[in-house]
T-cell receptor
């Protein structure tokens, strides 16, 4: 299987930093994505990691450790509009097209 | 900025009826996908499509489902005989490349089967 685990909910304060963790089964791994999904809307792409290390993109960064089957999404300088679900998703074996999503982490940013 | 569009935004149908969900992928993209999300649950892959044929499909995509690219712009998902459990948000997505590709999602069609 390609089980993906991430916390169900998190709460953080405006202006703070929050880290959302994701673990996945390492077999057949070919890339890890993070998407943001506001309630009732489509997922929007945030980041893609295929090699170990940290990828930074503005206020958002994503980290990957392939040997540990672990990734995190780091959100800095939180804003109220960052309240959303954050979806961890992996691409399967080489040649696979499908994204397998986790259940998502619902982040609530409070004043 | 180019975007994936989907119609209708909401479709209500009776159990057993056929529905066709329509998508217009981003114009220079080559890979097309359908996903669904049952209310409160995770996004699930249904099917991918490339070069006018299905590349990959999940266990959900049974004989009741089919996809088609009838012309150079539209990409459709047909459900032949809808069931109550088909009620979900259906997302179309497209990407330019396969490896490391960002999949751009459309706004979705909410399908309600009564």
């Amino acid at each position: 299987g390609q089980n993906i685990d991430q916390p169900t909910e998190m709460t953080a304060t405006e202006g703070a930093i929050v880290q959302i963790n994701c673990t996945y089964q390492t077999s057949g791994f070919n890339g890890l994505f993070w998407y943001q999904q506001h309630a009732g809307e489509a997922p929007t792409f945030l980041s893609y990691n295929v090699l170990d290390g940290l990828e930074e993109k503005g206020r958002f960064s994503s980290f990957l450790s392939r040997s540990k089957g672990y990734s995190y999404l780091l959100l800095k300088e939180l804003q109220m509009k960052d309240s959303a679900s954050y979806l961890c998703a992996r691409i399967g074996a080489a040649g696979s097209y499908q994204l397998t999503f986790g259940k998502g982490t619902k982040l609530s940013v409070i004043p | 900025e180019p975007e994936v569009t989907q119609t209708p935004s909401h479709q209500v149908t009776q159990m057993g009826q056929e529905v066709i969900l329509r998508c217009v992928p981003i114009s220079n993209h080559l890979y097309f996908y359908w996903y669904r999300q049952i209310l409160g649950q995770k996004v699930e892959f249904l099917v991918s499509f490339y070069n006018n044929e299905i590349s990959e499909k999940s266990e959900i995509f049974d004989d009741q489902f089919s996809v088609e690219r009838p012309d150079g712009s539209n990409f459709t998902l047909k459900i032949r005989s809808t069931k109550l459990e088909d009620s979900a948000m259906y997302f179309c997505a497209s990407s330019a490349f396969k490896v490391g590709n960002e999949q751009f999602f459309g706004p979705g069609t909410r399908l309600t089967v009564l």
